[in-house]
C-alpha cells in the first residue's frame, strides 16, 4: 500500500516537474517580457508628454500634451497586460481563441463608434472650458477692480462645471449604450431620482439659481454696505447659497439667496448722504444755505476728506414746515461707504458754523393756547413750579 503511494506521489511530481519544464519558463519569460513592457510604456507617455509640454508655452496646450501623454500611457499598458494575459492563459491550457475573436469582431463592429464618442466628449469638455475663459475674459473688464475679478472667477467655474458634468452624464450613457447596456431604464430612474431630489432639496435649488444672477448682474460685492431681507451690513462672503452680512453691532447674518427679494446697494459705484437741517423760524433761509455751502467748501478743502467727496453738496432748498423748525434739505455724493464719515464730520462742522454765526438750531417746544368762548374769554391757567410753590392763577382774555 505505501509502496503504492510513494509511486503516485512520484508520478505527480514527475508530471509537476514536466509541465514546468515544457510551460513554467514560458510563463516566467511572459511575465518578465510583459513587465519590461509596461516599464516600456509608461516611459514613452511620459518622453511624449514632456516633449509636447517643452514644446508649447500655452498652459492650455501643455496641460493637453500632458493628457495625450497619460492616455497614451494607459492605453499601452492595456495592451500589454491583455496581450499577456492571453499568452499566459494559452499556456495554461485555457483556449482564449473564441474571446479574442469576439473581442476582434465587437471592436470592428463598435469600436469606430466608441472612439468617436470619446473624441466627441474630448472636443466638448474642451470647448466648455474655452466658453468658460472667454466668460472670464469678458466680465473682467476691468483688471483693477478685485471683486470683479472674483465674480467673474466664480460664474466661469460655475458655468464649466455645469456644462462639464453636463457632458460627461451624455457621453457615459452613450458609452453604455455601446457596451450593451440598456440605457432606457437608467434614463427614466435618473429622472425619478432627479424629480424626487429636486423636490427634497428644491430651497438648495433656488438658493443656487438665485445666487447665480445674483453674481452675473453685479448686484452685491464683497465690501458693500446692502440691505437684504430686512437685514443690513457690511458684505463679508458672497457664495452661490447665501451672503453674509455683518452689521454696526458685529452680529452676522447669513441670508439665504432664495429668500432675497429685493437688494439695496447703498455703495453701488457711489454714495450719498441726505441732510435734513432744521433751523428757527425766524432765521433768513438764504443766509443758512450759504453757511452750508462755506462749510461743504471747507470740507472738501480738507486734505483728509476731499478724496472722498466726488463733487460739492446739492442743496435742494427749504423742505418742510415742521413743527419748531425750518427743514432744509441737502445731499453730498461721496466715493463707495464714505457717506457716513463724511456726513459726520460735516454736521460736527456745521454745528460749530450755525453758534459761530448765532443761528438757532431749535429743540421741540409747545405753544399753550387755552381758547376762547362766544364771549371772548379764555378760562384761567394754574401754573406751578418745582418745590411746591405756586403761582396765582392768570386770568384769560
Do not use: C
Request: charged share 20%; proline share 3%; net charge positive.
Amino acid at each position: 500500500m505505501y509502496e503504492e503511494t510513494d509511486q503516485m506521489v512520484s508520478a505527480q511530481m514527475q508530471k509537476s516537474l514536466d509541465w514546468m519544464i515544457t510551460h513554467g519558463w514560458k510563463i516566467g519569460l511572459i511575465l518578465l517580457a510583459g513587465l519590461a513592457a509596461w516599464i516600456v510604456a509608461g516611459w514613452l507617455g511620459t518622453r511624449l508628454s514632456g516633449l509636447f509640454k517643452r514644446s508649447q508655452t500655452d498652459d492650455n496646450s501643455r496641460k493637453l500634451g500632458q493628457t495625450l501623454g497619460g492616455a497614451l500611457r494607459w492605453t499601452l499598458r492595456s495592451a500589454v497586460l491583455i496581450a499577456a494575459t492571453v499568452l499566459v492563459l494559452n499556456q495554461l491550457g485555457v483556449n482564449v481563441k473564441p474571446v479574442i475573436y469576439k473581442a476582434v469582431d465587437w471592436l470592428i463592429t463598435q469600436g469606430p463608434g466608441i472612439v468617436f464618442t470619446l473624441i466627441l466628449g474630448f472636443v466638448a469638455l474642451k470647448v466648455a472650458t474655452l466658453l468658460g475663459a472667454k466668460l472670464t475674459g469678458y466680465l473682467q473688464r476691468d483688471k483693477f477692480d478685485v471683486e470683479l475679478q472674483k465674480r467673474a472667477d466664480t460664474l466661469s467655474s460655475v458655468v464649466r462645471w455645469v456644462l462639464k458634468t453636463g457632458i460627461l452624464i451624455v457621453i457615459l450613457v452613450m458609452l453604455l449604450g455601446k457596451f450593451g447596456v440598456e440605457i432606457g431604464p437608467i434614463i427614466a430612474a435618473a429622472g425619478i431620482v432627479g424629480l424626487a431630489v429636486g423636490f427634497g432639496a428644491q430651497n438648495l435649488v433656488q438658493d443656487v439659481i438665485s445666487g447665480f444672477f445674483i453674481l452675473l448682474e453685479d448686484q452685491v460685492r464683497v465690501g458693500d454696505v446692502v440691505q437684504l431681507d430686512g437685514r443690513g451690513g457690511l458684505v463679508e462672503r458672497v457664495t452661490l447659497r447665501m451672503i453674509v452680512l455683518r452689521d454696526l453691532s458685529g452680529n452676522v447674518h447669513y441670508v439665504r439667496n432664495g429668500k432675497i427679494d429685493v437688494v439695496t446697494n447703498m455703495t453701488k459705484e457711489y454714495s450719498r448722504y441726505v441732510f435734513n437741517i432744521g433751523v428757527s423760524y425766524r432765521e433768513d433761509v438764504d443766509e443758512v444755505i450759504g453757511v452750508i455751502k462755506r462749510v461743504d467748501e471747507e470740507l472738501r478743502a480738507d486734505p483728509e476728506f476731499k478724496n472722498d467727496i466726488i463733487q460739492p453738496i446739492e442743496v435742494m432748498g427749504l423742505d418742510e414746515f415742521a413743527d419748531s423748525a425750518l427743514i432744509i434739505k441737502a445731499r453730498t455724493t461721496t466715493k463707495p461707504i464714505k457717506q457716513w464719515r463724511v456726513g459726520r464730520e460735516f454736521n460736527r462742522r456745521l454745528k460749530l458754523a450755525f453758534d459761530k454765526q448765532g443761528i438757532e438750531i431749535p429743540f421741540p417746544h409747545l405753544t399753550l393756547y387755552p381758547g376762547k368762548d362766544k364771549k371772548g374769554d379764555s378760562p384761567s391757567l394754574k401754573l406751578q413750579v418745582e418745590g411746591g410753590a405756586q403761582i396765582p392763577p392768570i386770568a384769560g382774555g
